[in-house]
């Protein structure tokens, strides 16, 4: 930030500094090899304002300051800022191009995500466009959405640089151009624009020769004749055409300018220096939500797009989504994702009984045939003619952006009997076979994204739907992820809740709490984030530090003496244990005294635990077991328990640093620091006597 004194900030409005920033990044660049030169470097320097790194992310910024030492600050633009209305903020916005950010005035969601404000650009006092006047502008940007959410200039395109209200450079909302001098010239520079994209621009203006305009380093057209009237300087507008909702809906990264022309070395100088910005075709990153109603309260909850934009943070992407619709909307055909109460086959007795049945994703034809062989059920049916066809409800670049298939959704088929567990796990894979081909894609680049169950109504049931999903992710070749190691920890949905001593009353056990639901939203993207990457679907941050969290700390073995466990624990990225709340009770531990999940033994349940050092538990069960410790199986937690919310031993995560460029609380908001609850067991855990 600029000061005005040492170590007194120089502020635009009370409580904001003017924001700058360095001419290096603070972390790597966000493009190729850190350039040398930058435009500093470049004689003559009248303007250079960049976005790309903040001392305060996601502030409010009044002010964009000029590197150049000329003091003319980049500004907010506004077409309408009446009475009784109050502007959008323009933020300063992290992580837009690889590690590099930029400014634009992020509003709640029209469409898709992000949306920005269709009345908020920038604004620069006075910058000669004239043909008679020699300079040279460079522009950056990126678009993470057509244009959406206005009254009825969605399809109309958008202005780039504005001059005295002529629009100089303008980009098609609905088709592919880039154009210079829309209302002149008409000249077009790019007809491949795609849907989210970064792009670098330079125009040089040489009197009596005409404008050269480079994109993304190849010059593209040379001696364009300049249409504006002589002598025009004056009030620049960028990312906005001055009319009503007539915002660009791009974020800035950064422009420079000269009051004269640059020689083409100096060009190739300038162009060497915008590498630090990915440059070209960039992603969003989609999640496809298939199940029943906790799929839908995941969705209202907010963490499903929660987990979207962390998605698209991990990834480097531009945008974040998620592609997913309850059924009951549209008909002839049905349409849907999402159906309350249904299973993925009929086999799940009584509810649906084998046949042609009345609903589910599959149709067992009760035959005794392999899951493999089964055709799509009602509900299958339903969710290809919402893919796929004339019928068809997102878009083909909608279906491009689906990184994953999300299935929070283990409910109805945790009623099965524990004997189904073969054709259970059949079903998922023939399932996730169906949908993948419905998007034409293959398991290989299109994960299958599953959480460890919820508290359900069976138990048996329950533990046979945790262990076929954790034989199936053994398998790589399903790539069948664990998006969320952990759902235990939370309460039924309206539950009157103590946060104080995390117990709960009440509530519909069937259903998670909305307030869970989000907080699975946050931890489900750590995970998730390393199955998109290595399917091939990051945008501009292929790499994930390995020091960032993936699912929590796991239980690696257990000491049995008497009706006391020591329970040893690897972690994830955590270096310590915390037992917060009814944690500390044992709430969750509890050890089967012999027998199996097929025919268990009794379930002897905790009632104390506590820290021994930073890897080990003593847990204190409620009796001791009969049964010699290698006849005993550890659960955390066994079938349908419910250890609730803040109850679950944790790690430390929270008070961990991140890596530099990696800090998700800064950067996303407080909520990402959160601690990571010990890994629910998917087969109980043999355990050994104490020596």
């Known amino acids: 930030m600029l000061l005005a004194a040492p170590n007194t900030p120089l502020l635009v409005a009370t409580g904001l500094s003017l924001l700058t920033t360095g001419a290096e990044a603070s972390g790597p660049p966000g493009g190729g090899s850190a350039p040398g030169a930058t435009p500093a470097d470049i004689a003559s320097l009248s303007g250079w304002w960049d976005a790309g790194t903040a001392t305060a992310w996601n502030a409010p910024v009044t002010a964009l300051a000029d590197l150049s030492g000329r003091g003319q600050p980049i500004t907010p633009y506004h077409y309408y800022s009446g009475s009784g209305m109050t502007p959008a ?43 008679d006047i020699a300079w040279t502008h460079g522009l950056v940007w990126s678009r993470p959405n057509r244009r959406q959410g206005t009254y009825d200039v969605d399809a109309n395109p958008v ?148 987990m979207a934009n962390g998605l698209a943070w991990y990834l480097g992407a531009l945008a974040g989504n998620i592609v997913f619709q309850p059924s009951g909307t549209y008909f002839g055909p049905d349409r849907y994702t999402q159906v309350n109460g249904h299973p993925i086959s009929n086999s799940t007795a009584p509810l649906f009984p084998p046949g042609a049945g009345s609903g589910t994703f599959l149709t067992n034809p009760g035959d005794g045939s392999d899951p493999s062989t089964w055709a799509l059920g009602p509900d299958g049916l339903a969710t290809e003619a919402y893919l796929t066809g004339a019928s068809a409800i997102p878009t083909g670049e909608d279906l491009a952006d689906i990184g994953a298939i999300l299935w929070p959704w283990t409910e109805q088929d945790s009623t099965a009997t524990y004997t189904q567990k073969a054709l259970y796990a059949g079903t998922i894979r023939r399932l996730a076979a169906l949908t993948r081909a419905m998007l034409g894609r293959t398991a290989a680049n299109l994960p299958l994204l599953m959480w460890n169950a919820i508290p359900y109504e069976s138990d048996a049931g329950l533990q046979m739907v945790r262990e076929a999903i954790s034989d199936i992710a053994a398998v790589g070749s399903d790539n069948l992820n664990l998006f969320l190691a952990q759902t235990a920890d939370s309460i039924p949905l309206g539950a009157s809740y103590d946060a104080t001593t995390g117990l709960w009353t009440g509530g519909d056990a069937t259903h998670r709490d909305e307030t869970d639901e989000i907080t699975f939203g946050l931890r489900g993207a750590h995970g998730a984030a390393r199955s998109l990457a290595a399917a091939g679907f990051a945008d501009t941050l292929p790499t994930i530090p390995d020091t960032m969290p993936f699912l929590g700390p796991k239980i690696l073995s257990a000491q049995l003496g008497g009706a006391t466990l020591v329970v040893t624990l690897q972690h994830d990225q955590g270096n310590n244990i915390l037992l917060p709340l009814q944690a500390a009770a044992g709430m969750g531990w509890a050890v089967m005294d012999g027998g199996s999940v097929a025919s268990p033994g009794p379930i002897i349940t905790a009632n104390a635990a506590a820290r021994i050092d930073a890897t080990h538990l003593q847990i204190t069960l409620a009796s001791a077991p009969t049964n010699p410790a290698s006849d005993c199986l550890l659960f955390y937690p066994y079938g349908s328990t419910q250890i609730g919310r803040g109850d679950a031993v944790t790690d430390n995560f929270a008070s961990i640093g991140w890596p530099a460029g990696w800090e998700m609380t800064d950067q996303l908001g407080s909520a990402w620091g959160i601690n990571f609850p010990l890994q629910a067991t998917s087969y109980g855990i043999p355990l050994a006597a104490a020596s």
Do not use: C, K
Request: hydrophobic share 50%; aromatic share 6%; charged share 10%.
């Open 89 to 131: 903020s323009l933020l300063a916005t992290p992580r837009l191009n690889g590690l590099l950010g930029g400014l634009g005035a992020p509003i709640p969601q029209a469409t898709y995500a992000p949306t920005l404000d269709p009345d908020t650009g920038l604004a620069i006092s006075a910058i000669s466009l004239s043909p």
């Open 159 to 306: 202005a780039l640089i504005t001059v005295n209200g002529t629009v100089v450079l303008s980009l098609s909302s609905t088709g592919t151009t880039l154009t210079l001098f829309p209302t002149g010239a008409n000249v077009t520079l790019s007809a491949s624009m795609a849907r989210r994209h970064s792009h670098a621009i330079i125009l040089r203006n040489v009197p009596g020769a005409g404008v050269d305009v480079w994109l993304d380093g190849v010059l593209v057209v040379s001696t364009i004749a300049n249409p504006l009237a002589a002598g025009v300087t004056g009030a620049v507008t960028l990312l906005h055409d001055m009319t009503l909702q007539g915002a660009a809906q791009l974020w800035f990264h950064e422009f420079v300018t000269w009051a004269r022309a640059l020689a083409n070395a100096e060009i190739d100088t300038l162009t060497t220096y915008f590498t630090r910005w990915f440059l070209g075709a960039r992603r969003g990153v989609s999640l496809l939500i298939m199940g029943q109603s906790n799929a839908s309260y995941f969705v209202a909850s907010g963490g499903a797009q929660l």
